[in-house]
T-cell receptor, first 114, second 109 residues
Framework: KAGVTQTPRYLIKTRGQQVTLSCSPI?????VSWYQQTPGQGLQFLFE???????NKGNFPGRFSGRQFSNSRSEMNVSTLELGDSALYLC?????????????FGQGTRLTVV | TQLLEQSPQFLSIQEGENLTVYCNSS?????LQWYRQEPGEGPVLLVT?????EVKKLKRLTFQFGDARKDSSLHITAAQPGDTGLYLC?????????FGAGTTVTVRA
């Protein structure tokens, strides 16, 4: 069974540009979550989608947005990039249970903003 | 500020020694998960604990969930170089995982 696939693996962008990251979850999983990982802040929750609906959102500015398609694939968009957005962006896939869920992570997209 | 506090932040031990990593919070979680992450890769799930007081053993790894479901520990017996990595605990509530800052474990051969 294929794991979580994130594309691209690496990305270099200039300040002010926008970027779109993609995540394909494990087949059958309906929940996709996004996390930002930096050396200073660790892993921070961005948002979670289940059946195309956002169920929870972290404390990030509105420049960070996401969506989920009917096939459960998800995209994350960051507009007006800042240097501080340089990070490893991780996507996690799960069944989407209310009380307990086991999340399986992709390898991440390493975004560098210059 | 991390919702979950992990300690220690760094741990360097010799092969064959034992180690324990702690994860504490003032919040109650519906479940708690432990992950291991290697450089340049995403975290890999090791275990999920759900019931207060639960103890799970996976080969040389023992995981414990506190009675009040606020804290957890990970104990590795007879550590091996392959155990080297960043160990992360994460509490699950409201469809999101809140992560600790992680413990970097280095096992020297």
């Amino acid at each position: 069974k294929a794991g979580v696939t994130q594309t691209p693996r690496y990305l270099i962008k200039t300040r002010g540009q926008q970027v779109t990251l993609s995540c394909s979850p494990i087949s059958g999983h309906r929940s996709v979550s996004w996390y930002q990982q930096t050396p200073g802040q660790g892993l921070q929750f961005l948002f979670e989608y289940f059946s195309e609906t956002q169920r929870n959102k972290g404390n990030f500015p509105g420049r960070f947005s996401g969506r989920q398609f009917s096939n459960s694939r998800s995209e994350m968009n960051v507009s007006t990039l800042e240097l501080g957005d340089s990070a490893l962006y991780l996507c996690a896939s799960s069944w989407g249970g209310v009380m307990n869920t086991e999340a399986f992570f992709g390898q991440g997209t390493r975004l560098t903003v210059v | 500020t991390q919702l979950l506090e992990q300690s220690p932040q760094f741990l360097s031990i010799q092969e064959g020694e034992n180690l324990t990593v702690y994860c504490n919070s003032s919040s109650v979680f519906s479940s708690l998960q432990w992950y291991r992450q290697e450089p340049g890769e995403g975290p890999v799930l090791l275990v999920t604990v759900v019931t207060g007081g639960e103890v799970k053993k996976l080969k040389r790894l023992t995981f414990q969930f506190g009675d009040a479901r606020k804290d957890s520990s990970l104990h590795i017996t007879a550590a091996q170089p392959g155990d080297t990595g960043l160990y992360l605990c994460a509490g699950f509530n409201d469809y999101k995982l809140s992560f600790g800052a992680g413990t970097t474990v280095t096992v020297r051969a």
